[in-house]
């Protein structure tokens, strides 16, 4: 099963994508947010039906503590608004600290700094892509 996963931040939306089987979490494409909700909805329910993702997984910004705070919230609406505009299901994923380990990755591969920021959502999407299909796959099945 192909899943999607995005990180939406307030100027772009980082996006990755699994491979077919679910296992692995691949960067894919940094989107530019728009001044309509409903175009970034539906560009990124166009790009989970162009890659035939069953599934979209979206970043839950929570404190270290765990508990949500109005950043939670916003995502929470996010999500729920993604629902209408597609038939993927759509679930929340806690992203704390997504952002800091895709950087410190990028850095230990030696990408220069311009194109860490030019990168920097796609990457933190894959985190938590990756930490979400690492989860799935260690839950008993049911």
Known sequence: ?????????????????????????????????SDSLEDDLDQIAEIAQSR????????????????????????????????????????????????IIAEKAMRNADVRRPKRRQHIDEVAAAVILQSYLDRKANEPDT
Do not use: C, N, Y
């Not at 931040?9 to 089987?21: H, L, M, N, T």
């Not at 503590?65 to 679930?91: H, I, K, N």
């Open 1 to 33: 099963m192909r899943t999607l996963a995005v990180d939406v931040g307030e100027k772009r939306v980082g996006i990755a994508v699994s491979d077919e089987g679910g296992k692995v979490a691949l960067p894919l494409d940094t989107l530019v947010r």
């Open 52 to 99: 035939e993702a069953e599934r979209i997984v979206v970043g839950l910004p929570t404190s270290l503590s765990g508990r949500p705070g109005p950043a939670a919230q916003r995502m929470a609406e996010f999500a729920a608004a993604l629902r209408e505009a597609t038939p993927v299901e759509v679930v929340l994923w806690d992203e704390r600290l997504t952002t």
